[in-house]
């Protein structure tokens, strides 16, 4: 997606070490999803952030949303194999609430 | 349990034929999405329905087409007129439309890949 930048596009990390994934939108966002999807799966819904400086966690997966650089990093602390996937941001719109946008996805590795 | 099933998983299309996908949902959600994601590639929106007996174009419906009769369901075909349909296509719910705003987000099937042969 154009709106929406994740980065880093993959990432290879060795288990128990934490790391950051970012999203930033062009646009204004209402709100910010993140999702998790394992290859050839359908998407898990992690959490959904609307306000700014909101911050949520998911066992040992939090993410923040900073709504004035329209950008939301998700952080995993101590990562596990379990952990492994494809992480995707999904931007909430305040207006045609139901067709939110989705960025390219940020592929993780955790290797044991 | 409640979710979305999405059958079959995995579809194989000759050239020149139109081929269904099939979309089933018991959360009583009143709004279904059809999804294309390709390799390396985020989702784009196909064709979304607020509402039953109610459908709109999303940003790619071209060579695509479906329908909402029922509230659970919301099948997709793929007809000939889609020139590139190997893709992976995912199907998700909303409570609401305006659900999505809330921290409802969307259910997503498990997805149905299909193939050109």
């Known amino acids: 997606s154009q709106e929406l930048e994740q980065s880093p596009q993959s990432l290879i990390v060795q288990e128990g070490k934490n790391l950051t994934i970012n999203c930033t939108s062009s646009k204004t966002l209402y709100g910010l999803y993140w999702y998790k999807q394992k290859y050839g799966e359908g998407l898990i819904f992690l959490m959904m952030l609307q306000k700014g400086g909101e911050e949520k966690s998911h066992e040992k997966i939090t993410a923040k949303l900073d709504e004035k650089k329209q950008q939301s990093s998700l952080h995993i602390t101590a990562s596990q194999p379990s952990h492994a996937g494809t992480y995707l941001c999904?931007?909430?719109?305040?207006?045609?609430?139901?067709?939110?946008?989705f960025g390219d996805g940020t592929t993780l590795t955790v290797k044991p | 349990d409640g979710g979305i099933t999405q059958s079959p998983k995995y579809l194989f299309r000759k050239e020149g034929q139109n081929v269904t996908l099939s979309c089933e949902q018991n959360l009583n959600h009143d709004a279904m999405y059809w999804y294309r994601q390709d390799p390396g590639q985020g989702l784009r929106l196909i064709y979304y329905s607020q509402i039953v007996n109610d459908f709109q174009k999303g940003d790619i419906a071209e060579g695509y087409s479906v329908s909402r009769e029922k509230k659970e369901s919301f099948p997709l075909t793929v007809t000939s007129a889609q020139k590139n349909p190997t893709a992976f296509y995912l199907c998700a719910s909303s409570l609401h439309w305006t659900g999505a705003l809330r921290n409802y987000g969307y259910t997503f099937g498990s997805g149905t890949r299909l193939t050109v042969v």
């Open positions: 999904g931007a909430v719109r305040n207006t045609n609430a139901g067709k939110s946008t």
